[in-house]
């Protein structure tokens, strides 16, 4: 691991003394799809949560955290966050609204606070991996930890690939 790595992600936390190890996989500076990621760290695609950050139609935003291996399903999304419809942010937006660009967004640390919310898979799973908020790196943590801290929410969001 890079010598005093600390992301912001890291800090929030050690802040919260909530405990999670640091892995870092190859990536020569660019953002690699989710599946690769978990391939590169030889886990299991259903334990490595991707962030996705998407807008609904009364124009907040939302997170959402889903296994590499899934896809979002706008319906679902929609439906758990109460909305008529979401739609992706696109992700020349993604720096201006929460303060991550692509293949760094982790939902601990965003530079602003959105209603969070995880595929409800999480909860098949002692630990998970989600970005450390530097490409190339991943936290491994309890899901139950990361949830309370940033008060997300586990619903059934996603669908296959």
Known sequence: MAKNLKTNAMRILDKAKISYEVFEYPHKDEALEGNEVAKL?????????KTLL???????????????????????????S????IEMTHVKDLVKICGYSRGNVSPVGMKN???????????????????????????KLNPNDVINLIKAEAKDITKEL
């Open 41 to 49: 760290m030889g886990q299991n695609p259903s334990q490595v949560f």
């Open 54 to 80: 998407a807008r609904g139609k009364s124009g907040e935003y939302y997170v959402f955290d889903i296994p590499v291996n899934r896809a979002l399903d706008l319906k679902k999304a929609a439906k758990a």
């Open 82 to 85: 109460g909305e008529k419809n």
């Open 113 to 139: 606070t959105f209603k969070t919310f995880f595929d409800s898979s999480v909860s098949d799973f002692e630990s998970i991996y989600i970005s450390a908020g530097k490409i190339g790196f991943q936290l």
